[in-house]
Nanobody, 126 residues
């Protein structure tokens, strides 16, 4: 099994920044460095949507148009951790943010990930 735990959410004013973290743990044979990692978010009353993703090596990244230029996804394979740096936050960024793991290892922008964390709340005030 793979377990993912997000952290770093909170309340921030519009224009501010937050950095989310997601730690990965798994059984022998499930190695973090082989998984692509994605970030998704879900606002109240709305469907879960793609935010950003990073390939197993960190060599490829992808971003939703709504966050491109403001958010940066990165990973530290030595620490089994993926990050999402969020700058210039807007009220419409308010959502529960989830990390997800994909054993294909490639950037995927759909919800087709095998493992999901429980989420961390990000609230951006006007």
């Amino acid at each position: 099994q793979v377990q993912l735990v997000e952290s770093g959410g909170g309340l921030v004013q519009a224009g501010g920044s937050l950095r989310l973290s997601c730690t990965f743990s798994g059984r022998t044979g499930r190695t973090f460095s082989k998984y692509a990692m994605g970030w998704f978010r879900q606002a109240p009353g709305k469907e879960r949507e793609f935010v950003a993703a990073i390939s197993w090596s960190g060599g490829s990244t992808g971003y939703a148009l709504s966050v491109k230029g403001r958010f940066t996804v990165s990973r530290d394979n030595a620490k089994n951790t993926v990050f999402l740096r969020m700058n210039s936050l807007k009220p419409e960024d308010t959502a529960v943010y989830y990390c997800a793991a994909d054993p294909t290892g490639v950037v995927t922008t759909t919800l087709d990930y095998d493992y999901w964390g429980q989420g961390t709340q990000v609230t951006v005030s006007s």
